[in-house]
Structures are given as structure tokens and as C-alpha cells.
Nanobody
Framework: QVQLVESGGGLVQAGGSLRLSCTAT????????MGWFRQAPGKEREFVAR????????AYTDSVKGRFTISRDNAKNTLYLQMNSLKPEDTAVYYC?????????????????WGPGTQVTVSS
């Protein structure tokens, strides 16, 4: 099991930027897929982005393509989510997730460890 802690959330105006970080401990970080999910009030948790372990391939949900960038620093055991051009509909609790798999899809079932989440609020 890996322990995950997110940081970097907050309140930002529409059009602004935030960078989320997720620090991992307890398992070799670099080999496995990592992802970001989010859950808005009254909605189900949804996939945002993921980066696979080998080859560092990435994937994004359509609503954030071109605005969000997922990246990882294996030397620091840290996952990032750079969020630009934020919109009110991006408001949610954002969760970092780790997989036991090198290659993961956008399904939450592919991820076995989750952080407690960090709140992102975008005002209009």
C-alpha cells in the first residue's frame, strides 16, 4: 500500500491557475501509474488525468484537455497537476490515486490507493 497526500488546492478566480501536488510514500513510486480524479458536490467521482509508469504516457478527460497537465517527478516521489484557465465547473475535491499496475486506464478500479483529497474552488 502507498500513502498519498495532496496539497495545493484553494480558491481561485475563473481563468486562474493552480498546481496540485501529491507526495507518495511506502512503495516504489516511479514504476506504477498515477492519476487524478475529482468529485464535485452531488456528483460521482470522475477521472481527470493519468500518467503511466513506463513510457510516461498520459491521458485526460475531454473537459480538461489543453488546460491541465499531469506530470511526475520520480526522484521526489511526487505527482503534479498543473491546472490553467480554470472554470467554475472545475470546482471539486481533487484526489490523487496510485495504481499497482504499470499501465492504467481511466477507471477508478485500476487504482488501489487514494489520498484524502484537496479542495479546489473556482469563483466566477
Amino acid at each position: 500500500q502507498v500513502q498519498l497526500v495532496e496539497s495545493g488546492g484553494g480558491l481561485v478566480q475563473a481563468g486562474g491557475s493552480l498546481r496540485l501536488s501529491c507526495t507518495a510514500t511506502g512503495r516504489t513510486f516511479g514504476t506504477y501509474a498515477m492519476g487524478w480524479f475529482r468529485q464535485a458536490p452531488g456528483k460521482e467521482r470522475e477521472f481527470v488525468a493519468r500518467v503511466n509508469g513506463i513510457a510516461i504516457s498520459t491521458a485526460y478527460t475531454d473537459s480538461v484537455k489543453g488546460r491541465f497537465t499531469i506530470s511526475r517527478d520520480n526522484a521526489k516521489n511526487t505527482l503534479y497537476l498543473q491546472m490553467n484557465s480554470l472554470k467554475p465547473e472545475d470546482t471539486a475535491v481533487y484526489y490523487c490515486a496510485a495504481s499497482k499496475r504499470v499501465l492504467a486506464t481511466s477507471r477508478s478500479a485500476d487504482f488501489d490507493s487514494w489520498g484524502p483529497g484537496t479542495q479546489v474552488t473556482v469563483s466566477s
